[in-house]
């Protein structure tokens, strides 16, 4: 196996009009874990499906575990997992039975089916449940039987797609403990989520997707890095302050982004930075209402990205 | 593909093809399995199904039959081989139905994802609808000798109707897969195939004698395989020759299996391009 156990290059896929995929390519390498983020419709279920097989590419190439996924799709299923938005497991069948159904298919025996079914059903919370139709389970069940779903056969690859979209804290929390103790393991996982605190706590590295293209790659800690390592944020009370605000800070060399009348600056100096700020305001503008300085999560570095603004 | 030329030590063909077989056939039965189990815990479709063969037969037998004169027979006996083709031809909109909910709800996403044989979600939709269809005729046997019907030609011949029936069932609830896996909607599903098989039940032999409809109409609606089915049912329960009718309603079923099941397989492996 090569080092990346997932592999993509230039990915298109168009659903009529829409051109979902863009040429989007990523590798994640094995073992570790890749959070695909993006909002929706930017590609995340269409990457996913055709890296799970069940979609074919109108152009481009994947592999999984050296696999092609559309010429060698076949020997790519028993090497893959699949859970999340639009993987379903069956509302009339038992927990119990949805495991077992889902493990023979998968190509584990009889035998080995059953004791594997208790095994994941113990180990996400589901005992007590087991023996109950799906359909009247709530939101966060369904969820985790369907991720122990895509566990029968051991997957060294899995795919999760928006596995936590819906959930309450709690089960997102039991969900992400579930997910690090698989990737402790040794499992590749590929997580899809429009959550940025998700890919922050799970993913080894990040890949930012915005219409159906990389729009950037780091580890969580190099994106927010390279958005800055603090965020001041000026409020002026009144839009014509920040406007002279705006002006002032310009001439002095920083980078000020207004909205209204706040007015947000990105540093990479630190907060002692905001002594300066202070001083090439003085005199030019009115002193600001409130000031906050905090550290950048990766919804700065998402919306600077998505919304076409230049990353510091 | 050359990955596969590279793969270590490749078994014997006729080796590959056997377990390839018996793993399509396993898969088979899971999913069959399955699909029972999911219908048995909707008994309100099941009922429902039944409802409407029962209705007809009170309808024709009681309300319309006083007024349909067929020469040589009781009307009852004449009604009910019409009756066991509509219940299956209608059963087969339940393939339909069940298929498309499959591809609504996403398990079919998931079934696509595993390394199971991929017939097996089509054979093994079919399987069930079969067994399905056999529970429901059993029942309309039960309802038939309620209403009067004798069978005239005895068990043997009756027997035979029925397997001519079951066959047929089968034999289109392969069409309606295909319908099913293009309509990620159970009520459009419906919607498209009822019309369908209104067309073919109303325009046979199944209610009234052929005879008695128009020159044009009689074209069409004796060169269908609902009409040849019933033709052939009414020979083996009524009595009379009837190999030339069964063997015309078996190459009816026979060809429409191989078409449907051909037609229904590539749309399944086409699902995703």
């Given at each position: 196996?090569?080092?990346?156990?997932?592999?993509?290059?230039g990915?298109?896929?168009?659903?009529?009009?829409v051109?979902?995929l863009?040429?989007?390519s990523?590798?994640?390498?094995?073992?570790?874990?890749?959070?695909?983020?993006?909002?929706n419709?930017?590609g995340?279920?269409?990457?996913?499906?055709?890296?799970?097989?069940s979609l074919?590419?109108?152009?481009?190439?994947?592999?999984?575990?050296?696999l092609d996924?559309?010429?060698?799709?076949?020997r790519?299923?028993?090497?893959?997992?699949?859970?999340?938005?639009?993987?379903?497991?069956?509302?009339?069948?038992?927990?119990?039975?949805?495991?077992?159904?889902?493990?023979?298919?998968?190509?584990v025996?009889?035998?080995?089916?059953r004791?594997?079914?208790?095994?994941l059903?113990?180990?996400?919370?589901?005992n007590a449940?087991?023996g109950?139709?799906v359909?009247?389970?709530s939101?966060?069940?369904?969820?985790?039987?369907?991720?122990?779903?895509?566990?029968?056969?051991?997957?060294?690859?899995?795919?999760?797609?928006?596995?936590?979209?819906?959930?309450?804290?709690?089960?997102?929390?039991?969900?992400?403990?579930?997910?690090?103790d698989?990737?402790?393991?040794g499992?590749?996982v590929?997580?899809?989520?429009?959550?940025?605190?998700?890919?922050?706590?799970?993913?080894?590295?990040?890949?930012i997707?915005?219409?159906?293209?990389?729009a950037?790659?780091?580890?969580?800690?190099?994106?927010?890095?390279?958005?800055?390592?603090?965020?001041?944020?000026?409020?002026?009370?009144?839009?014509?302050a920040?406007?002279?605000a705006?002006?002032?800070?310009?001439?002095?060399?920083?980078?000020?982004?207004?909205?209204g009348?706040?007015?947000?600056?990105?540093?990479?100096a630190?907060?002692?930075?905001l002594?300066?700020?202070?001083?090439?305001?003085d005199?030019?503008?009115?002193d600001?209402?409130?000031?906050?300085?905090r550290?950048?999560?990766l919804d700065?570095v998402?919306?600077?990205?998505?919304?076409?603004?230049?990353?510091? | 593909?050359?990955?596969i030329?590279?793969?270590?030590?490749?078994?014997a063909?006729?080796?590959?093809?056997?377990?390839?077989?018996?793993?399509?056939?396993?898969?088979?039965?899971?999913?069959?399995?399955?699909?029972l189990?999911?219908?048995?815990r909707?008994?309100?479709?099941?009922?429902?199904?039944l409802?409407?063969?029962?209705?007809f037969v009170?309808l024709?037998?009681?309300?319309?039959?006083?007024?349909i004169?067929?020469p040589?027979?009781?009307?009852?006996?004449?009604?009910?081989p019409?009756?066991f083709?509509?219940?299956?031809?209608?059963?087969a909109?339940?393939?339909?139905?069940?298929?498309?909910?499959?591809?609504?709800?996403?398990?079919?996403?998931?079934?696509?994802?595993?390394?199971?044989?991929?017939?097996?979600?089509?054979?093994?939709?079919?399987?069930?609808d079969?067994?399905?269809?056999?529970?429901?005729?059993?029942?309309?046997?039960?309802v038939?000798?309620a209403?009067?019907?004798?069978?005239?030609?005895?068990?043997?011949?009756?027997?035979?109707?029925l397997?001519?029936?079951?066959?047929?069932g089968?034999?289109i609830?392969?069409?309606?897969?295909?319908?099913?896996?293009r309509?990620?909607?159970?009520?459009?599903?419906?919607a498209?195939?009822?019309?369908?098989?209104?067309?073919?039940?109303?325009?046979?032999?199944?209610?009234?004698?052929?005879?008695?409809m128009?020159?044009?109409?009689?074209?069409?609606?004796?060169?269908?395989?609902?009409?040849?089915l019933?033709?052939?049912?009414?020979?083996l329960?009524?009595g009379?020759?009837?190999?030339?009718?069964?063997?015309?309603?078996?190459?009816?079923?026979g060809?429409?299996?191989?078409?449907?099941?051909?037609l229904?397989?590539?749309?399944?492996?086409r699902?995703?391009?």
């Amino acid at each position: 196996m090569s080092e990346s156990a997932v592999e993509a290059y230039g990915l298109r896929k168009a659903f009529g009009e829409v051109q979902a995929l863009d040429g989007l390519s990523l590798a994640v390498p094995t073992g570790s874990v890749l959070g695909l983020l993006g909002p929706n419709g930017s590609g995340k279920t269409t990457t996913v499906s055709i890296l799970a097989t069940s979609l074919h590419p109108d152009a481009g190439r994947a592999t999984v575990a050296g696999l092609d996924v559309v010429t060698d799709a076949a020997r790519v299923r028993r090497v893959i997992g699949l859970a999340g938005q639009f993987a379903a497991v069956d509302p009339n069948l038992t927990g119990r039975e949805n495991l077992r159904l889902i493990g023979r298919l998968s190509r584990v025996d009889r035998r080995q089916a059953r004791v594997r079914a208790d095994e994941l059903l113990d180990s996400f919370g589901l005992n007590a449940a087991a023996g109950r139709l799906v359909r009247g389970y709530s939101g966060g069940m369904r969820r985790r039987l369907d991720v122990a779903a895509a566990l029968l056969h051991r997957p060294p690859v899995l795919f999760l797609d928006e596995p936590t979209t819906g959930l309450d804290p709690e089960s997102r929390f039991a969900l992400w403990d579930s997910v690090r103790d698989l990737a402790r393991s040794g499992t590749t996982v590929l997580l899809t989520t429009q959550y940025l605190e998700e890919a922050d706590a799970l993913a080894d590295q990040v890949v930012i997707i915005s219409a159906g293209r990389v729009a950037d790659t780091g580890t969580p800690a190099e994106l927010k890095a390279r958005f800055g390592t603090v965020l001041f944020h000026l409020d002026f009370g009144r839009q014509e302050a920040a406007q002279a605000a705006d002006t002032a800070l310009a001439s002095a060399g920083y980078r000020p982004q207004r909205d209204g009348a706040g007015i947000q600056v990105r540093s990479a100096a630190g907060s002692g930075e905001l002594t300066g700020m202070l001083r090439a305001l003085d005199g030019r503008a009115p002193d600001p209402v409130s000031v906050a300085i905090r550290e950048p999560t990766l919804d700065d570095v998402f919306l600077s990205l998505t919304r076409g603004g230049e990353a510091a | 593909m050359s990955t596969i030329a590279a793969a270590p030590r490749q078994p014997a063909a006729s080796r590959v093809w056997a377990s390839g077989v018996t793993d399509a056939l396993s898969d088979t039965a899971d999913v069959a399995w399955r699909n029972l189990l999911t219908q048995l815990r909707t008994p309100q479709a099941l009922v429902f199904a039944l409802i409407q063969p029962v209705i007809f037969v009170l309808l024709f037998r009681y309300a319309f039959g006083g007024a349909i004169h067929v020469p040589g027979t009781n009307y009852v006996d004449f009604l009910m081989p019409g009756i066991f083709a509509q219940t299956v031809a209608f059963g087969a909109v339940g393939t339909a139905v069940g298929l498309s909910g499959d591809l609504r709800t996403g398990i079919l996403v998931r079934f696509r994802t595993l390394p199971m044989a991929r017939i097996a979600v089509l054979a093994g939709r079919t399987a069930a609808d079969l067994a399905r269809n056999l529970l429901v005729v059993a029942v309309m046997i039960g309802v038939g000798f309620a209403a009067g019907f004798r069978s005239p030609n005895g068990a043997g011949g009756l027997l035979a109707a029925l397997g001519l029936v079951v066959a047929f069932g089968y034999a289109i609830s392969w069409g309606f897969a295909s319908l099913g896996l293009r309509v990620s909607d159970p009520e459009a599903a419906q919607a498209a195939a009822v019309p369908v098989l209104f067309l073919l039940v109303f325009t046979s032999a199944a209610f009234v004698p052929s005879s008695a409809m128009p020159g044009w109409l009689q074209a069409f609606g004796t060169h269908q395989p609902v009409d040849a089915l019933v033709n052939a049912e009414r020979a083996l329960i009524l009595g009379g020759p009837a190999a030339h009718d069964v063997l015309i309603s078996l190459a009816w079923s026979g060809g429409l299996l191989v078409v449907f099941a051909l037609l229904a397989a590539r749309t399944y492996a086409r699902m995703g391009r």
